[in-house]
């Protein structure tokens, strides 16, 4: 079933705000890797971390790897309304992805 | 364009009918999966593929048969549709366990 928990499931930020969403799993991951889904839409690959402490960035996005390669996190500066949809990642066992943080931004 | 192409993009089926959503890539790619996602629910695993032929259960396979005749085809088929099903299915694709997934535009389906 599903390896990763991710929190929060909802989020409304102010544009401009910071967002920030985590993904956790109880077991070390070999990889995560991370997804937006735009209403409407579909997932979207977004980037793949391996190594322990990765840190990688994306524009305005930066994702990162924990240490202990139990956990991940994808931050988004200064929040603008393209940002809007659903973030998911998926754990070592891609076929399984985390249940997702919908993402609102106010205008 | 490559990718992964689904149809028919919108469905609705009476209760007890059965069908076939079709998902096609011409990446060739091994690994292939559905997902239904349902509000609140993320998406979730029914069935993934690793190759033609071979086949496996994910977390919700009850009411859906898959088969994996060739590298680019993967259909679902629903064998007696229930409300229960009204979903938006999605179809993914992968070279490989560690590679990122290509998802197809999905499938919104409604049975009444």
């Known amino acids: 079933g599903q390896q990763v928990m991710q929190i929060p499931q909802y989020q409304h930020v102010q544009e401009g705000e910071d967002f920030t969403t985590y993904c956790n799993s109880s077991?070390?991951?070999?990889?995560i890797q991370w997804y937006k889904q735009r209403p409407g839409g579909h997932p979207v690959f977004l980037i793949q971390?391996?190594?322990?402490?990765e840190v990688k960035k994306q524009k305005r996005l930066t994702f990162q790897f924990g240490e202990a390669k139990k956990n991940s996190s994808l931050h988004i500066t200064a929040t603008q309304t393209t940002d809007v949809g659903t973030y998911f990642c998926a754990g070592s066992n891609q076929f399984y992805f985390g249940t997702g943080t919908s993402l609102t931004v106010i205008p | 364009n490559a990718g992964v192409t689904q149809t028919p993009k919108f469905q609705v089926l009476k209760t007890g009918q059965s069908m076939t959503l079709q998902c096609a890539q011409d990446?060739?790619?091994?690994?292939m999966s559905w997902y239904r996602q349902d509000p609140g629910m993320g998406l979730r695993l029914i069935h993934y593929s690793v190759g033609a032929g071979i086949t496996d259960q994910g977390e919700v396979p009850n009411g859906y048969n898959v088969s994996r005749s060739t590298t680019e085809d993967f259909p679902l088929r629903l064998l007696s549709a229930a409300p229960s099903q009204t979903s938006v299915y999605f179809c993914?694709?992968?070279?490989?366990?560690?590679?990122?997934?290509?998802f197809g535009s999905g499938t919104r389906l409604t049975v009444v």
């Open positions: 993914a694709s992968s070279s490989s366990r560690i590679s990122g997934y290509t």
């Open positions: 990446m060739n790619h091994e690994y």
């Open positions: 077991t070390t991951l070999s990889n």
């Open positions: 971390l391996v190594k322990s402490g």
